[in-house]
């Protein structure tokens, strides 16, 4: 980058100050250090590019230059992070329909609308759209497990284990072994955060 900053005429205050931005970016979350070289060598050229609009009469040829490069590095991250937001986003209609315990058919927006009602309830605390696609995810998950899974799941929401061993009339080990089936199968749906 020196002889090109050389060849730009560019004063050893602005080379630092690219170069010091580009680290901090370089060390921001999106972007690897090892980028650091492409990251000072964009915002070299962003401002050869803005040089020529510079315009004494409006203020400091310095003032200028730090302006163009922190809004250069804002820019960067800000398209960084919009591209690593949400690119796996599955979008699902209110209308469409999911298969709860004991195959009821519920629609997405009945759940929605009975999460805010507990929210205004005061029964749970605010309901946002990551709780609203784990919930139809669960019961997604839920529809593939045998019948008594599924009964296991829906008891143990309320009750404890060993409730729910007594409730069953089954001994503690096989309910666990269930419960290890069961985790099984949310793990393989990529769920293990909610185990």
């Known amino acids: 980058m020196g002889a090109d900053v050389r060849r730009a005429d560019l004063d050893a205050k602005t080379v630092k100050r690219i170069w010091s931005k580009a680290m901090q970016l370089s060390k921001q979350e999106g972007f690897r ?17 803005q040089l020529p609009k510079y315009d004494p009469r409006r203020g400091k040829r310095e003032h200028f230059l730090a302006s163009i490069i ?13 591209k690593q937001r949400g690119h796996q986003v599955e979008v699902v209609s209110l209308h469409e329909h999911v298969t709860t315990v004991g195959d009821e058919q519920v629609q997405i927006e009945d759940m929605a609308v009975e999460d805010a009602l507990q929210v205004q309830r005061g029964l ?17 998950v839920e529809a593939t497990l045998t019948v008594k899974q599924q009964e296991i799941c829906r008891r143990l929401r309320v ?6 061993a007594a ?7 096989t309910l666990c072994d269930e419960i290890r089936k069961i985790r099984r199968a949310f793990r393989r749906a990529g769920l293990d955060a909610y185990l």
Not at 124 to 140: A, F, K, M, P
């Open 33 to 49: 250090a090892d980028e650091w070289p492409d990251l000072q060598q964009e915002l070299v050229v962003h401002v050869l590019e």
């Open 124 to 140: 749970s605390g605010r309901v946002t759209e990551e709780q609203i696609h784990c919930r139809v995810d669960v019961l997604r």
């Open 159 to 164: 009750s404890s284990i060993t409730e729910v």
């Open 70 to 82: 922190s809004h250069k590095a804002t820019d960067m991250a800000r398209i960084r992070r919009a």
């Open 167 to 173: 409730e069953l009339r089954m001994p503690r080990a």
